[in-house]
């Protein structure tokens, strides 16, 4: 498995081009199954979740091709996807193990061709990852579900049937999956306590330009009135707001000072709130966010994590981290998964000082220097938070199972690189 390795003491200054949204862009190459008309999907990152997907869709029959394109100043790429007729309605256990968002096939495969066989994908590091919402909806709109060795099972007589369905919490993914459902269904199916965060609204506005009738979006009220066909569109994904979120604390936490172009600040309100909290200086450019704590002492602020619009739980780590060399104390909580405390033993190996409170809450005091040691990624999000540690650490950090990097960062090192980090991957087969 590959390694990052990072001698730690250089702020950063420059700019970092801000990539496609992995997580607008799963749902939304999921959407495209919904129509037997190609779509063309622009600003895609590349990233390995996004060649995983693509594997899935092949083998349901997908035909997919790309080209690599320059698109508001840096490299993107961009596919067309085109499913005329499916040959298979099963999404692997292979596949989903690898890739849980694969679970975006559900909605669009049922409510077109009225039957899905998706692995049911498990827990993974962060918590348990139910599917109970995602399930009970499509239920309410008329769907015979049977989990069978390990499968979801679904299926739909004639075709899913418009309902009124409240969430128990406002799930991304179920908003995601029972959109795709809903457009596509007999009559109106109003969602209450839908999610709210930007990857939806961004869904809800391919599926509109592809015929889907749609309203409330940006609210957690979301009604759809099913329409017997889509088409196929050109869509480009919004800009990824965690990545951006996450360049915005390295330039914090390095004392530097980055250009952060392509992000959308509206997108980042209180993450960036906190950061001037912080004692960093942010500005607003019309392309561009720009965070600048040179000559600044970082003071330690809480955070509390909550559904959009509140503050990310993907945001999480990598603000603990910067809190870990801010002066004072601040208390962490994490509202939205279990388990998303794993890179605190790792952080305290570099010589962070911690101290977990139940399994919500944690207070982190800021020490004067972290240093580097060799530490073990277990999460995409905590993976960056020991990147960032490593920055900032006196000497040399090496960060193991690169893979989780590789799955949500788009050229991480290359990126880090132009803007000053001495950073490098070292490959297995240098090892
Ligand atoms: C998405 C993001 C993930 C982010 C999360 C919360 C993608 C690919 N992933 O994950 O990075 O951390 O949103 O912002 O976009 N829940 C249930 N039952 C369900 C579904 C969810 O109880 O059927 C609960 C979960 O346990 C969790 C909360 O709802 O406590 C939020 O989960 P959800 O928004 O569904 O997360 P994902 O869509 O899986």
Redesign the pocket.
């Known amino acids: 498995m590959d390694k990052i390795k990072i001698i730690g003491g250089k702020p950063l200054f420059g700019k970092v081009y801000i990539s496609g949204a ?2 607008t862009a ?1 749902p939304i190459i999921c959407a495209t199954l919904l129509s037997d008309e190609p779509s063309t999907l622009r600003n895609l990152p590349i990233l390995s979740d996004i060649k995983s997907l693509n594997l899935l869709l092949e083998q349901i029959g997908t035909e997919i091709s790309g080209k690599q394109e320059e698109l508001n100043g840096h490299n993107t790429q961009s596919f067309t996807y085109h499913t005329p007729q499916p040959k298979s309605l099963v999404a692997p256990y292979d596949y989903v193990r690898k890739m ?2 694969s679970y975006y096939v559900l909605g669009p495969l049922l409510t077109k061709y009225k039957h899905v066989e998706l692995s049911l994908p498990g827990g993974c590091a ?9 399930l009970s909806s499509l239920e309410q709109m008329g769907a015979h579900i049977e989990i069978k060795n390990g499968y979801v099972i679904a299926d739909v007589e004639e075709r899913l049937k418009g309902a009124n369905i409240t969430f ?7 908003t995601c999956n029972i959109l795709m459902a809903a457009v596509l269904a007999q009559g109106t199916t109003v969602i209450e306590n839908a ?1 709210r ?1 930007p ?1 939806i609204a961004d869904l809800i506005s391919m599926l509109c330009k592809m015929g889907a009738k749609i309203e409330g979006a940006d609210t957690s009220t979301l009604t759809i009135h099913g329409v017997d066909k889509l088409h196929g569109v050109t869509h480009e994904i919004i800009n990824d707001r965690i990545e951006a979120g996450s360049y915005a604390v390295a330039a914090a936490m390095t004392h530097g000072r980055l250009e952060l172009v392509n992000a959308n600040p509206d997108h980042l309100q209180l993450p960036l709130d906190i950061l001037r909290k912080t004692g960093a200086k942010v500005e607003i450019t019309p392309n561009s966010i720009i965070v600048d704590a040179q000559n600044c002492e970082l003071v330690g602020t809480d955070i509390y994590t909550d ?2 619009p509140g503050f ?3 945001l999480q780590a990598q603000f603990m981290a910067l809190m870990c060399v801010a002066k004072g104390a601040a208390m962490v909580t994490e509202n ?3 388990n998303r405390f794993m890179h605190i033993p790792e952080l305290m190996r570099m010589g962070a000082n911690i101290n977990v409170h139940g399994h919500a809450s944690a207070i982190v005091r800021g020490v004067e220097k972290l240093s580097g040691a060799p530490v073990m990624s277990t999460d995409l999000r905590a993976s960056f938070a020991l990147v960032l540690a490593g920055l900032v650490a006196e000497g040399e950090t090496i960060v193991n199972r690169v893979y989780h990097l590789d799955r949500g960062y788009e050229t991480l090192e290359e990126k880090f690189k132009a803007v000053g980090a001495d950073i490098e991957r070292i490959k297995e087969s240098d090892v």
Not at 127 to 133: C, E, K, N
Not at 168 to 174: L, Q, W
């Open positions: 992995k997580n799963l849980r968002a962060i918590g348990a990852r139910p599917m109970d919402i995602h128990h919490s406002a799930s991304v993914g179920a999610a965060e990857e559904y959009y990310p739980t993907d939205i998964w279990e």
